[in-house]
């Protein structure tokens, strides 16, 4: 249920709406601002749903005008999305028309949702505000943008504003820990902090195998650094072979960074072999400082057109010096 995703994830957001639903308090124009992976579309479509659906407060998002909603099957509600291409003065002048109409739908409202509406052209937009200026009590706006400062100021200052935070990574771990291995629930919470792309990830080539060589490489690092290396040479990121690239070495990087911090700090996760491999490393502080410096410098020069082999070798050169 979104609504219980929305609660979790973004509950500043969840308690505004919640309380504007059930007060019956709604404002006529919405911004949900925040990042592109924020829950920003979903929200606008429980809001939408809310406002439609026969149950009080947050939507049933189960009964028929709840699915026509998610369909784009509900006469009175119109979608414009920005995400792929500009939202043209068309695209306004047309949205404008169509709800100058009789509302269709027994509920008496209209709804309309501007997905990015950021991505407009300043045409767009200025029309855009044109609309906003003249509301009326049976229309309900939603802009969604991730970058706010890109609207025109008397767009936002005609909107009410909703923030949408980030995830972090605690509460992403809490969502799919049930769902994937506690390894990998562990490891893609803190690389992407996003519930739907760990799952995805998680089955991916390229993160299995890079996980594959983490493992292996630091049941070796512990007890001998050449042959750490000469396992990730050979079995990791072979130069001869080339199937696995900078995504996989990428995830392989993350994952030694998390596992070394983890190791500094005392941080462990309920699997056991990563709780047995932070208890058998055992490094000063600053050797910690030093490998944690390394991984980071190896994670920025991967971005680069870079020689995978040699990169590795530089990285593997730097974790051997700590250990001396």
């Known amino acids: 249920m979104i609504k219980e995703r929305l609660k979790l994830q973004q509950p500043v957001a969840y308690q505004t709406l919640k309380h504007a639903l059930i007060n019956d308090k709604m404002a006529h124009a919405y911004i949900f601002s925040g990042p592109s992976k924020a829950i920003k579309k979903e929200a606008a479509y429980l809001l939408a749903q809310s406002l439609l659906c026969e149950q009080e407060g947050f939507a049933c998002e189960q009964c028929s005008t709840c699915q026509r909603v998610l369909r784009h099957e509900y006469a009175d509600m119109i979608y414009l999305d920005g995400t792929t291409t500009s939202i043209k003065k068309d695209d306004i002048v047309k949205l404008q028309k169509a709800f100058q109409k009789t509302v269709l739908e027994k509920h008496g409202k209209k709804i309309y949702i501007i997905d990015q509406a950021e991505n407009a052209t300043v045409e767009a937009l200025n029309s855009l505000l044109k609309f906003l200026e003249e509301p009326t009590s049976d229309m309900i706006a939603i802009l969604l943008v991730d970058q706010l400062d890109r609207l025109l100021p008397t767009i936002v200052s005609r909107c009410q504003i909703i923030p949408f935070k980030a995830m ?34 998680s089955e991916t080539q390229d993160y299995q195998h890079a996980k594959f060589v983490m493992k292996g490489m630091i049941d070796r690092y512990i007890k001998s650094v050449d042959d750490a290396l000469v396992f990730v040479q050979l079995e990791g990121f072979n130069a001869k072979e080339k199937k696995y690239g900078k995504q996989a070495f990428q995830y392989f990087v993350d994952m030694l960074y998390i596992f070394f911090k983890d190791c500094m700090q005392g941080n462990s996760i309920d699997d056991t072999w990563y709780q047995t491999k932070v208890s058998e490393m055992k490094l000063e502080k600053h050797m910690y400082l030093h490998i944690l410096q390394t ?9 680069f057109s870079v020689n995978l082999q040699l990169l590795i070798d530089q990285m593997f050169y730097e974790m051997k010096e700590v250990r001396l």
């Not at 992403?172 to 739907?196: G, H, R, T």
């Not at 991984?295 to 971005?303: E, H, I, R, S, T």
């Open 295 to 303: 991984l980071m410098y190896a994670k920025d020069k991967v971005l």
């Open 168 to 201: 972090n990574r605690t509460q992403c771990f809490e969502m799919v820990k049930n769902e994937v291995d506690i390894f990998d629930a562990y490891m893609l919470s803190n690389i992407l902090k996003q519930p739907e792309l760990v799952i995805e990830v």
